[in-house]
Every structure is written in structure tokens, then in C-alpha cells.
T-cell receptor, first 120, second 117 residues
Framework: GAVVSQHPSRVICKSGTSVKIECRSL??????MFWYRQFPKQSLMLMAT?????????EQGVEKDKFLINHASLTLSTLTVTSAHPEDSSFYIC????????????????FGSGTRLTVV | AQKITQTQPGMFVQEKEAVTLDCTYD???????LFWYKQPSSGEMIFLIY??????QNATEGRYSLNFQKARKSANLVISASQLGDSAMYFC??????????????FGSGTQLTVLP
């Protein structure tokens, strides 16, 4: 089935540095990528939606200059957390939607395995 | 208003028993899809089952079934014959609009299920 590879799975960084998270679709073209953030024991909250070759659409309250999203190809989308602070510590997970994939009855949305970011 | 409501923060079930996880939704769209995901402690999102708004029959996938009551806007997940490996967080999610529209999923707050031996 469709696979999205997300790296790194865990990262610890110092406050003020930047961290890049990659999501790569391995066997399909991810025309749309969704980026979610999940705080402990909470729901997945959509941060932004990106389509290949165009600017990402950010949800209200998400700083686009802090969370840079690049979807330059049909197989790769990246999220860069710039000038990270401890409050950015969270679980970040991507989800790809491919129009050519099987119906939603078989999933339809493919998730990466997530990245646990800790900012110290 | 919340689009997806899961009112059970935590549930316990005895091994081999059945359990129902509640989910209600709110949308004005005629076309929408409802999903259930399992999230173990590792964080991965595991797709369990899907119900389309026009589906007349309740979806079933192995031990999982979805009790879809459209008029009540509820889409409860039923897990039969619970296993210890079913212990995880369960999320209900909704996609509004046509399935080909590549719209995002909106998630509920989740239910932490614990299966007791």
C-alpha cells in the first residue's frame, strides 16, 4: 500500500535553532500534504495544507514564518520549525492525499510515522 | 462548535468483550466521510474503518464495525472480542465535501481505550 516516510522520528534541539522534518511518499504522488501537530494526550490539529508547486495554506493561529512548508515535488514535503522554542515541543505528523489512490474505504489518507520534537 | 465530538476520554473493557467508542459530528455538507484511526503509544496513525455519508449500510472491517446513525449524526466504533493489543488512543475524524476534493481530516479529541486481561 501507499507509504509516507517521515524523518526524523525523534529530534532534540536547542532553543533558537531550526529543525527540518521531511515527509516523502514512496510509491505514489502526494499531490496534497497535510501537516498536523499533536500535544500530549490531545487531538491532531491541522497546521497547514500544501499542494505541490504552490504556497501552503496555513490554519488560523499558525505562524507561516515560523513553520516553513515546502512542497517542491510530488514526493517530498518538508516542514521547518525556525527559531524553535520549548513551546514548539510536540509531535508533528504529515498526511498525504493522492487523488489516484484507492477510495477512502481503504484509507485514502496516508500518514507518516510522526516526529517527536523536543526543544531544550 | 466542535465538528467532531468524542465524549469518552477513557474507556476500559475486559479482554474478549465488545466495546463501543462514541463519536458525533457536525457538518452542513451532504457529502462527507467518517474515519476511525487507532494511535498506539508509538504515535503512528492506523486506519481502521471508513463510512461515507451516502453509504446505506454500516461499514465493517474484521472486528471493527461502525454504527452509523445519520439522523443523529453519530458514527460510533464497535470493537468486538477486544484484545490486549487494542489498547490505544482512538480518533474519529471527518472529511467534509466530496471525496475527490482532497480536503483535510478534522479529528475528535480521542478516546484512550484500555483492555484489561
Amino acid at each position: 500500500g501507499a507509504v509516507v516516510s517521515q524523518h526524523p522520528s525523534r529530534v532534540i534541539c536547542k532553543s533558537g535553532t531550526s529543525v527540518k522534518i521531511e515527509c516523502r511518499s514512496l510509491d505514489f504522488q502526494a499531490t496534497t500534504m497535510f501537516w498536523y501537530r499533536q500535544f500530549p494526550k490531545q487531538s491532531l490539529m491541522l497546521m497547514a495544507t500544501s499542494n505541490e508547486g504552490s504556497k501552503a495554506t496555513y490554519e488560523q493561529g499558525v505562524e507561516k514564518d515560523k513553520f516553513l512548508i515546502n512542497h517542491a515535488s510530488l514526493t517530498l514535503s518538508t516542514l521547518t520549525v525556525t527559531s524553535a522554542h520549548p513551546e514548539d515541543s510536540s509531535f508533528y505528523i504529515c498526511s498525504a492525499r493522492d487523488q489516484a489512490l484507492g477510495t477512502e474505504r481503504h484509507g485514502g489518507y496516508t500518514f507518516g510515522s510522526g516526529t517527536r520534537l523536543t526543544v531544550v | 462548535a466542535q465538528k467532531i465530538t468524542q465524549t469518552q476520554p477513557g474507556m476500559f473493557v475486559q479482554e474478549k468483550e465488545a466495546v463501543t467508542l462514541d463519536c458525533t459530528y457536525d457538518t452542513s455538507d451532504q457529502s462527507y466521510g467518517l474515519f476511525w484511526y487507532k494511535q498506539p503509544s508509538s504515535g503512528e496513525m492506523i486506519f481502521l474503518i471508513y463510512q461515507g455519508s451516502y453509504d446505506e449500510q454500516n461499514a465493517t472491517e474484521g472486528r471493527y464495525s461502525l454504527n452509523f446513525q445519520k439522523a443523529r449524526k453519530s458514527a460510533n466504533l464497535v470493537i468486538s472480542a477486544s484484545q490486549l493489543g487494542d489498547s490505544a488512543m482512538y480518533f474519529c475524524a471527518m472529511r467534509e465535501g466530496l471525496s475527490g476534493s482532497a480536503r483535510q481530516l478534522t479529528f475528535g479529541s480521542g478516546t484512550q481505550l484500555t483492555v484489561l486481561p
